[in-house]
């Protein structure tokens, strides 16, 4: 079978610093031109093609990118993960419309707000392991949606009204309506979150964070200080969930409890286990898919919620460890070695 | 008399009614092999995890190094100069072997998450030493030429070996090494007898559990013999060799001679 992930891994490889930015900055503009694009076949039938690229597409990408963190690399089953959104997205709301501070001001408040609450959760929840993990966190999902459900100071099952749109920067003017500009707000957020998890992966955090997810009791033998590290995953996966929900908040202009049941936990999960857990092209590829085929097949109309649960899954029994997995191509390494 | 590394004073470690370690002292001088030998069930493996805070002691002490082991979390542990391998090997499968050894190096780095995102110089340094490190020490147990293989992939032998390249990785004082020689040939035990001799003589403390007899014999300064979580013997190799209460312990007593 053709595989993509090593053809890539290979060409990536085999090109010299100038090949690799000329290969990056041809990806980000083909990525960025996107939205201009909807004249062609990839078109969304029924729903506006320019706001679908931001949500669900651009959002899940990033929100993907931020469990990954968690669940991919870290090995901790988080599904909760909709919490941290929400964090965001009401911290937005709340400061938005009571406060005199724009987006870009709260923005890292958002994420500083979404962190925190990473800790809150991370440090009682993340003593337990595997199963009893994953019901704490979707407990805490929950507790975070029924708060705002009730919390008069969130609006209860109103929600939050008029919510302000990011101050122009630059001359570019955020209007409600102009899509675009919002995408390429989100792609500059999903750009330094891949620069990030990259970076961290290939340093002492990546290596704390694979060995906890494979023997978990060998790292803390080994000197790995295992909770910390765990901690730091929750956290750094909160940090772009919350950034994500204060852009969300800013483009809806509206955010009520309904946006944030457990349905977008699960949805994201997915986003991660299809493309390829551990692999963050895959992860990016698998929300990119996720979001754009239930609207790419609209004109199915009821029947599309099946065909959708059809493509997931045949594609978890095709490929079960997703569409880019994770495993390390050893070939490679060995054969440049031996040139 | 060289000092002692590592005491363990009347360590007693009981899972509910039964005691795995009964009132147990002894002790590893610096610099010195010491073998920890005893039939299956005697609590050689119990002894690794108290020292290296698995289990926490239900009585008695562990000194290390001058300073009690009680309460110490087990990175802690390992970062004040204690490194263990594992019986049944527990390498990390997917990393490579130098990222193995690179993980365990990580111990002692001032650098964390947040000098590795900025690319802080001090985060830059540590790396690229630890590399140096993590690829002098598997060229000194012997297998440099796997360091970019995946650890599953490699062959057992090279597995085993990558287990004490690994706790060697941590820089610890005492190497606490359990069943090394686990499922290898009679060339192989050869071997390995020398590269913990080798080990030694590079400045570190070694406590070894083993059941080959021969290669016990052959590398230990001193051994000690468990039997039901008691000590019954620490001497020489060859002294303890002699003891008629090892001897029984392994062999059992001749129904005519009690």
């Not at chain 2, 570190?204 to 008691?230: A, C, N, P």
Request: proline letters at 4%; charged letters at 20%.
């Amino acid at each position: 079978m053709f595989n993509l992930r090593d053809k890539g891994a290979e060409i990536w490889e085999s090109q010299g610093r100038v090949g690799r930015v000329a290969i990056a900055v041809g990806a980000i503009a083909i990525v960025a031109a996107l939205p201009f694009m909807g004249g062609t076949f990839l078109n969304t039938p029924v729903a506006d093609y320019e706001s679908v690229l931001v949500y669900p597409i651009a959002m899940f990408v990033l929100m993907a990118i931020g469990l990954n963190i968690v669940i991919g690399k870290s090995g901790l089953l988080d599904l909760g993960y909709v919490a941290f959104f929400a964090i965001g997205a009401y911290t937005m709301g709340l400061l938005g419309t009571k406060t005199e501070l724009n987006t870009w001001e709260i923005l890292p408040i958002g994420i500083a707000m979404a962190m925190f609450s990473g800790i809150i959760l991370g440090v009682p929840a993340l003593k337990l392991r595997g199963d009893y993990l994953a019901i704490i966190t979707l407990g805490f999902g929950e507790i975070v949606r029924i708060v705002a459900l009730n919390l008069g100071a969130l609006g209860r099952s109103e929600g939050i009204q008029g919510i302000p749109t990011p101050p122009g920067i630059f001359g570019i003017e955020y209007a409600f309506d102009s899509h675009r500009i919002y995408y390429w707000t989100l792609l500059i957020l999903i750009l330094l979150a891949i620069w990030m998890v990259r970076r961290l992966s290939a340093r002492r955090a990546g290596r704390a964070w694979e060995s906890i997810r494979q023997d978990e009791d060998a790292a803390e033998l080994l000197g790995v200080p295992t909770f910390k590290y765990k901690v730091w995953a929750f956290v750094l996966g909160a940090s772009v969930g919350g950034a994500a929900g204060v852009i969300y908040a800013s483009k809806t202009l509206f955010i009520a409890p309904d946006n944030f049941t457990l349905q977008i936990s699960i949805l994201i999960l997915a986003c991660v286990v299809f493309g390829g857990m551990g692999n963050i092209w895959g992860v990016i590829l698998g929300a990119v898919i996720l979001g754009y085929l239930p609207d790419r097949i609209r004109f199915l109309s009821d029947a599309r919620l099946l065909v959708f649960g059809l493509v997931l899954v045949l594609m978890m029994n095709l490929r079960p460890d997703g569409i880019l997995p994770r495993k390390k191509r050893e070939k490679a390494i060995v054969k440049k070695d031996a040139s | 008399m060289s000092t002692s590394l590592i005491e363990l004073k009347n360590v007693t470690m009981k899972f509910g009614g039964v005691t795995a370690l009964g009132d147990v002292s002894f002790d590893v001088k610096e610099k010195e092999i010491l073998g920890l030998i005893g039939p299956n069930g005697a609590g050689k493996t119990t002894v690794f995890n108290v020292i290296t805070g698995v289990y926490q002691i239900t009585s008695g002490e562990i000194i290390f190094d001058g300073k009690s082991l009680a309460g110490v979390k087990r990175y802690k542990i390992t970062k004040r100069g204690v490194a263990r391998t594992f019986q049944n090997i527990r390498l990390w499968g997917d990393m490579t072997a130098l990222e193995n050894v690179m993980t365990a190096a990580d111990t002692h780095k001032k650098s964390g998450l947040v000098s590795g995102l900025f690319g802080f110089p001090v985060s830059r340094r540590e790396e690229k030493r630890d590399k140096a490190r993590a690829q002098e020490l598997l060229d000194f147990i012997g297998i440099g030429e796997y360091s970019d293989r995946l650890a599953k992939n490699l062959p057992y032998g090279v597995q085993r070996r990558l287990e004490i390249a690994r706790a060697m990785g941590a820089e610890p004082k005492l190497l606490l090494l359990d069943e090394p020689a686990a499922g290898f040939n009679p060339a192989e035990k050869v071997e390995l007898a020398a590269t913990i001799r080798k080990i030694r003589d590079a400045g570190y403390t070694v406590l070894l559990i083993e059941h080959d007899m021969s290669l016990v014999m052959k590398v230990s300064d001193r051994v000690v013999v468990l039997d039901f979580g008691q000590k019954i013997a620490d001497d020489s190799p060859r002294k303890v060799q002699d003891d008629p209460r090892v001897i029984e312990a392994y062999l059992g007593v001749p129904e005519d001679a009690s």
